[in-house]
């Protein structure tokens, strides 16, 4: 497998045994057998496809801001689209990217071009296929505010071409991932504003981050899902649950909704961690806590 992947994708870009704690904001998890790096849809097209014919289990990661990878790690093939699929140009008031791209070089490209509505995302640390997947959201701001098309790899292995309407966005959710497809690209629309209005409003929302959030710790951030008409964070607190903690895995004291790595942490740890959340709550709210990160070699 080695070898084929090597062929399809160049030595440079495929790693055998590569630890995931490298590739995981949470910086935990053992190792993936292979990781690959495709450099466009036509390599991460022969990459799937070489994986279904060798029976080999796959995974589309991005920046790994939003993934539990286990001890053990994943005995199948990482496709990584964070360096190589991370392009951004723009075009009037649209911009362009590929899915590994990063939001937050995203926001920073629009500010420079004098483009606003993507503001919200200068401090969500993934990239925007995964955004898109999720429709991720931050400052009252959400992705389905400014996708206008996406061109997906279909399961069949078709490219295709979806309008914002068609991407049925929900609360921390969308189509792509009900039908297992791939995110090659968005096109965000945005509007003419002023570069210092914009920037400025980044800045604000960067010292909100730094006030309310653990930046200083290794995390995927919110860690579970708003259940509707409340707030995680606060049924964490109301649990008694600030704090808690399992080896270097520990409830944020800044903010409930935070499981923090404060350096020495285990997957096993934090998974226990999120799972002890769960059932405490569950008890003191009758509310089921569900995560927003994804648990990948469990």
Known sequence: MLNILQKLVGTDCVWANEPMKEHTTFRVGGCARYLVEPKDAAELSSVIRACREEGL???????????????????????????????????????????GALLMRAAGIACREGLSGFEFASGIPGTVGGAVVMNAGAYGGEMKDVVSRVKVLAADGKMLEYTKEQMQFGYRRSRIAEEKSIVLE?????????????????????????????????????????????????????????????????????????????????????????????????????????????????
């Not at 589309?60 to 790690?73: C, R």
């Not at 009037?92 to 590929?98: A, F, M, R, T």
């Not at 995390?219 to 903690?245: H, M």
């Not at 270097?248 to 790595?261: L, P, T």
């Open 57 to 99: 289990p796959y995974y589309i990661v991005g920046n790994g801001s939003n993934l539990l990878v286990s001890d053990e790690g994943y005995d199948g093939v990482i496709i990584h689209l964070f360096k190589n699929m991370s392009q951004i140009r723009t075009e009037g008031e649209s911009v362009y990217l590929q899915a």
């Open 186 to 298: 968005a096109v965000l629309t945005l509007r003419r504003g002023e570069t210092e209005t914009i920037r400025a409003r980044m800045n604000e929302l960067r010292e909100q981050r730094l006030l309310k959030q653990p930046l200083e710790y290794a995390s995927a951030g919110s860690t579970f899902k708003r259940p509707e008409g409340y707030f995680a964070g606060k049924l964490i607190q109301d649990a008694g649950l600030r704090g808690f903690r399992i080896g270097d895995a520990q409830v944020s004291e800044k903010h409930c909704g935070f499981i923090i790595n404060r350096g020495g942490a285990t997957a096993a740890e934090i998974a226990e961690v999120i799972r002890q959340v769960q059932d405490k709550v569950y008890r003191h709210s009758g509310i089921r806590l569900q995560t927003e990160v994804k648990y990948l070699g469990w």
